[in-house]
């Protein structure tokens, strides 16, 4: 039976870390949602320009609604991450243990939940410090499963980070 | 006397971050050196554009020829830090107690150098998590001075982070 899925983003989102993972669950007979900072705004990727309506604001949004949660890398999740809202409701995914999504710059906004304490994760490089910092245990691997979370570092790890998330929402 | 300043940049840095200080540092007589991944490169702000040529790679850059460091925001800093010689560089300046003006995101350089244990600091709201996981005293202030170490959150900072930068300079 299909599931409902989060996806939390914002400008500047890495195009192919949206589309693929949106296109795959798609086919599986999930239901996406955007979520973003304003209800029905256009948000905008980083390379290609790919367009995604935002469905609801995240400041509106009931997670208890939602059987997961997808953050697409880019720029996206250091801007959203600027929303006590959005931080709260990444962090209750975690808290519920529901499945979260999260490849390349998403896992900033696990680190500002404060959600990666005794986490094995992984992420775009850049943020490998950041994760070590935040408590989690950083592994350089294409998928980390660790519990809820499937983490990726990069779009080259798009089909394994695809085939972990599809797993967790049989 | 005139000082010599590295300025460590790459694309999509905060214009007026990088221009603002460096118009000010210049009509101070200072010298300013651009260094990024590649000598001969030009890179671009990200909201106006503004372009700065890269006079010298930071693989080759020696920061004992330098007197001080600054760091533009943006998301430059975000991808400057994979480049393990520009983490290493920014680091020394740290080690050896030289004047280091960080703005916004530039802080994200100093994370990854972990340099900022036990300092006082600040940046963009976006990494005030990533800081006290790095070990600092997040202070949300329009400039903060902690020893060699002169930070601020935002381009609206910038005449109190260019005044505190140019006292170290002195």
């Known amino acids: 039976m299909g599931k409902k899925i989060a996806v ?11 589309q693929k993972p949106a296109d795959a ?12 900072v304003k209800a029905g705004a256009e948000v905008k990727g980083k390379k290609e320009g790919t367009t995604v309506k935002i469905d609801q604001a995240v400041t509106e949004a ?9 953050i697409p ?23 519920d243990g529901k499945p979260v999504f999260s490849i390349c ?9 404060k959600a990666l304490e005794g986490r094995k994760a992984t992420g775009w490089k850049s ?8 408590g989690a245990e950083y592994c350089d691997q294409e998928v980390v499963v660790d519990g809820n979370l ?10 394994a980070f695809i085939e972990a998330a599809r797993k967790k929402l049989q």
């Open 8 to 18: 939390i983003i914002d400008d500047m989102f890495e195009d192919s870390e949206y």
């Open 25 to 36: 669950f798609r086919d599986a007979g999930h239901e996406l949602v955007h979520l973003g």
């Open 62 to 70: 009931q997670p208890d609604r939602f059987d997961a949660l997808l």
């Open 73 to 95: 890398g880019g720029y996206s999740p250091d801007r959203l991450r600027v929303s006590p809202d959005a931080v709260a409701f990444a962090r209750k995914f975690m808290d």
């Open 105 to 113: 710059h998403g896992a900033q906004l696990l680190v500002t939940a």
């Open 127 to 134: 943020i490998r410090q950041d994760l070590i910092y935040a």
């Open 150 to 159: 499937v983490t990726s570092r990069q779009p080259s790890d798009l089909p």
